[in-house]
Protein backbone atom coordinates (compact mmCIF):
# COMPACT_ATOMS: atom_id res chain seq x y z
CA UNK A 1 0.00 0.00 0.00
CA UNK A 2 1.36 3.24 -0.95
CA UNK A 3 1.66 6.13 1.42
CA UNK A 4 0.14 9.30 0.95
CA UNK A 5 1.23 12.22 2.99
CA UNK A 6 -0.23 15.85 2.05
CA UNK A 7 2.18 18.97 2.24
CA UNK A 8 1.38 23.07 1.47
CA UNK A 9 1.27 23.55 -2.26
CA UNK A 10 2.96 27.15 -1.36
CA UNK A 11 5.02 26.64 1.92
CA UNK A 12 5.18 29.22 4.07
CA UNK A 13 8.91 28.97 5.44
CA UNK A 14 9.87 29.19 1.68
CA UNK A 15 11.90 26.38 1.53
CA UNK A 16 13.90 26.27 5.03
CA UNK A 17 12.08 22.66 5.64
CA UNK A 18 10.27 24.00 8.93
CA UNK A 19 6.47 22.91 7.64
CA UNK A 20 5.01 20.34 9.83
CA UNK A 21 5.12 17.54 6.46
CA UNK A 22 9.32 17.73 6.76
CA UNK A 23 9.63 15.87 9.87
CA UNK A 24 6.98 12.83 8.74
CA UNK A 25 9.09 12.93 5.57
CA UNK A 26 12.23 12.74 7.59
CA UNK A 27 10.88 10.01 9.34
CA UNK A 28 9.63 7.71 6.48
CA UNK A 29 13.03 8.53 5.00
CA UNK A 30 14.70 7.13 7.77
CA UNK A 31 13.22 3.97 7.87
CA UNK A 32 13.27 3.72 3.58
CA UNK A 33 9.50 3.96 3.18
CA UNK A 34 8.90 5.21 -0.39
CA UNK A 35 5.64 7.82 0.02
CA UNK A 36 3.77 10.09 -2.10
CA UNK A 37 2.50 13.60 -1.58
CA UNK A 38 -0.69 15.37 -2.06
CA UNK A 39 -0.09 19.30 -2.43
CA UNK A 40 -2.80 21.36 -0.97
CA UNK A 41 -3.86 24.90 -1.01
CA UNK A 42 -4.79 26.98 2.16
CA UNK A 43 -8.36 27.24 0.25
CA UNK A 44 -8.28 23.27 -0.29
CA UNK A 45 -7.38 22.84 3.35
CA UNK A 46 -10.43 24.42 4.54
CA UNK A 47 -12.33 21.96 2.17
CA UNK A 48 -14.63 18.93 2.99
CA UNK A 49 -12.20 16.64 1.18
CA UNK A 50 -9.24 17.71 3.32
CA UNK A 51 -11.32 18.51 6.45
CA UNK A 52 -12.19 14.43 6.50
CA UNK A 53 -8.58 13.87 6.99
CA UNK A 54 -7.46 16.78 9.61
CA UNK A 55 -10.52 17.99 11.13
CA UNK A 56 -8.84 21.12 12.11
CA UNK A 57 -7.59 22.30 8.30
CA UNK A 58 -3.72 21.14 8.81
CA UNK A 59 -0.80 19.58 7.34
CA UNK A 60 0.59 16.57 7.10
CA UNK A 61 -2.23 13.97 7.31
CA UNK A 62 -1.14 10.31 6.47
CA UNK A 63 -2.71 7.88 4.28
CA UNK A 64 -1.91 4.16 4.05
CA UNK A 65 -4.90 1.58 3.28
CA UNK A 66 -7.54 2.23 5.02
CA UNK A 67 -5.61 4.44 7.83
CA UNK A 68 -5.98 8.02 7.91
CA UNK A 69 -3.57 10.20 10.92
CA UNK A 70 -3.07 13.49 11.50
CA UNK A 71 -0.80 15.80 13.75
CA UNK A 72 3.05 15.39 13.05
CA UNK A 73 4.27 13.91 16.17
CA UNK A 74 1.37 10.66 16.44
CA UNK A 75 2.50 10.18 12.73
CA UNK A 76 6.00 10.21 13.06
CA UNK A 77 5.34 7.66 16.47
CA UNK A 78 3.29 5.26 13.91
CA UNK A 79 6.07 5.31 11.21
CA UNK A 80 8.45 4.36 13.91
CA UNK A 81 6.51 1.42 15.24
CA UNK A 82 5.68 0.13 12.13
CA UNK A 83 8.93 0.03 10.75
CA UNK A 84 12.73 -0.64 11.81
CA UNK A 85 14.93 2.00 12.72
CA UNK A 86 13.61 4.25 14.79
CA UNK A 87 12.76 2.89 17.96
CA UNK A 88 15.23 0.38 19.74
CA UNK A 89 13.98 -3.17 20.17
CA UNK A 90 15.11 -2.86 24.07
CA UNK A 91 12.24 -2.37 25.80
CA UNK A 92 13.19 -0.11 28.21
CA UNK A 93 15.41 2.12 25.50
CA UNK A 94 12.24 2.27 23.13
CA UNK A 95 10.16 4.19 26.32
CA UNK A 96 12.68 6.26 26.68
CA UNK A 97 13.16 6.96 23.31
CA UNK A 98 8.99 7.71 23.28
CA UNK A 99 9.10 9.89 26.11
CA UNK A 100 11.89 12.55 24.44
CA UNK A 101 8.85 12.39 21.76
CA UNK A 102 6.74 13.34 23.92
CA UNK A 103 9.04 15.84 26.06
CA UNK A 104 9.67 17.36 22.83
CA UNK A 105 5.85 18.29 21.68
CA UNK A 106 5.06 18.68 25.40
CA UNK A 107 8.00 20.43 27.09
CA UNK A 108 10.41 21.90 24.24
CA UNK A 109 7.92 23.09 21.69
CA UNK A 110 5.40 25.22 23.64
CA UNK A 111 7.44 27.99 24.50
CA UNK A 112 9.03 27.66 21.17
CA UNK A 113 5.45 28.33 19.41
CA UNK A 114 5.30 31.46 21.24
CA UNK A 115 8.15 32.72 20.55
CA UNK A 116 7.31 32.77 17.06
CA UNK A 117 3.67 34.07 17.94
CA UNK A 118 5.07 37.19 19.47
CA UNK A 119 7.19 37.86 16.73
CA UNK A 120 4.96 37.11 14.12
CA UNK A 121 1.50 37.54 15.05
CA UNK A 122 2.15 39.90 17.97
CA UNK A 123 4.55 42.12 17.03
CA UNK A 124 2.65 45.06 16.67
CA UNK A 125 0.33 44.60 19.75
CA UNK A 126 1.20 47.41 22.00
CA UNK A 127 2.63 45.01 25.08
CA UNK A 128 4.05 42.46 22.28
CA UNK A 129 7.94 44.32 23.81
CA UNK A 130 7.05 43.63 27.32
CA UNK A 131 6.00 39.72 26.37
CA UNK A 132 8.78 38.71 24.21
CA UNK A 133 11.56 38.99 26.99
CA UNK A 134 9.51 36.55 28.67
CA UNK A 135 8.68 34.34 26.54
CA UNK A 136 12.49 34.07 25.46
CA UNK A 137 12.89 33.47 29.08
CA UNK A 138 11.34 30.58 29.52
CA UNK A 139 12.43 28.68 26.48
CA UNK A 140 16.04 29.30 28.35
CA UNK A 141 14.42 27.52 30.97
CA UNK A 142 14.28 24.08 28.67
CA UNK A 143 17.13 24.43 26.66
CA UNK A 144 19.07 24.41 29.73
CA UNK A 145 18.21 21.67 30.94
CA UNK A 146 17.86 19.94 27.38
CA UNK A 147 21.54 21.28 26.95
CA UNK A 148 23.18 19.80 30.28
CA UNK A 149 20.81 16.40 29.22
CA UNK A 150 22.71 15.45 26.16
CA UNK A 151 25.96 16.59 27.27
CA UNK A 152 28.97 15.63 24.56
CA UNK A 153 26.49 12.71 23.59
CA UNK A 154 25.86 12.56 20.00
CA UNK A 155 22.33 11.72 20.42
CA UNK A 156 19.71 11.86 23.52
CA UNK A 157 19.76 8.47 24.69
CA UNK A 158 22.04 6.34 23.09
CA UNK A 159 21.95 5.69 18.96
CA UNK A 160 19.71 7.93 17.30
CA UNK A 161 15.82 7.87 17.42
CA UNK A 162 12.32 9.06 16.77
CA UNK A 163 12.87 11.01 20.39
CA UNK A 164 15.71 13.08 18.30
CA UNK A 165 14.32 13.01 15.05
CA UNK A 166 11.16 14.78 17.05
CA UNK A 167 13.43 16.87 18.88
CA UNK A 168 15.74 18.43 16.49
CA UNK A 169 12.72 18.99 14.26
CA UNK A 170 11.41 21.25 17.21
CA UNK A 171 15.19 22.76 17.39
CA UNK A 172 15.46 24.03 14.74
CA UNK A 173 12.20 26.33 14.76
CA UNK A 174 14.84 28.95 17.10
CA UNK A 175 17.33 28.92 13.93
CA UNK A 176 18.38 32.73 13.53
CA UNK A 177 16.81 33.77 16.97
CA UNK A 178 20.15 33.71 18.88
CA UNK A 179 18.76 31.81 21.77
CA UNK A 180 20.82 28.70 20.42
CA UNK A 181 24.33 30.36 20.93
CA UNK A 182 24.66 29.97 24.60
CA UNK A 183 24.39 26.23 23.84
CA UNK A 184 26.85 24.63 21.38
CA UNK A 185 26.55 21.56 22.04
CA UNK A 186 22.87 21.85 20.85
CA UNK A 187 23.62 23.49 17.73
CA UNK A 188 26.13 20.39 17.20
CA UNK A 189 22.72 18.28 17.68
CA UNK A 190 20.91 19.77 15.29
CA UNK A 191 23.71 19.90 12.49
CA UNK A 192 24.20 15.80 13.30
CA UNK A 193 20.62 15.01 12.60
CA UNK A 194 20.44 17.29 9.42
CA UNK A 195 24.13 15.88 7.87
CA UNK A 196 21.99 12.53 7.92
CA UNK A 197 21.11 11.73 4.45
CA UNK A 198 17.28 10.38 5.19
CA UNK A 199 17.52 14.38 6.48
CA UNK A 200 18.90 15.58 3.47
CA UNK A 201 16.52 13.34 1.02
CA UNK A 202 13.65 14.90 3.31
CA UNK A 203 14.41 18.58 2.95
CA UNK A 204 15.61 18.50 -0.83
CA UNK A 205 12.14 16.72 -1.43
CA UNK A 206 10.26 19.80 0.56
CA UNK A 207 12.75 22.58 -1.32
CA UNK A 208 11.79 20.96 -4.26
CA UNK A 209 7.76 22.00 -3.98
CA UNK A 210 8.68 25.51 -3.07
CA UNK A 211 11.15 26.00 -5.64
CA UNK A 212 9.10 24.88 -8.17
CA UNK A 213 6.88 27.35 -7.94
CA UNK A 214 8.87 30.11 -7.53
CA UNK A 215 8.02 32.75 -10.96
CA UNK A 216 10.95 31.93 -13.93
CA UNK A 217 13.31 34.21 -14.59
Same mark, same amino acid.
Not at 8 to 15: I, Q, T
Not at 21 to 45: K, N, T
Not at 180 to 197: F, M, Q, V
Given at each position: ???????????????? %?????????????????? $????????????????? &?????????? $? =? =?? %??? #???????? /???? @????? #? #???????????????? &????????????????? #???? @?? *??????????? =????????????????????? %??? *??????????? +? +?? +???????? $???????????????? /?????????????? +?????
Amino acid at each position: MTITITAFESAPDRGR %GLARDMPVRWALEEVGQP $YQVRLVSFAAMKEPAHL &ARQPFGQIPT $Y =E =EG %GLV #LFESGAII /FHIA @ERHAG #L #LPDEPDARARAIAWMF &AALGTIEPPIADLQNAR #LVEQ @ER *SWAQERLPLVE =ERIRARLGPLSARLGEGDWLD %GAF *SAGDLQMVAVL +R +RL +RGSGLLDA $YPNLSAYIGRAEARPA /FQRAFAAQLAVFTA +RQPAG
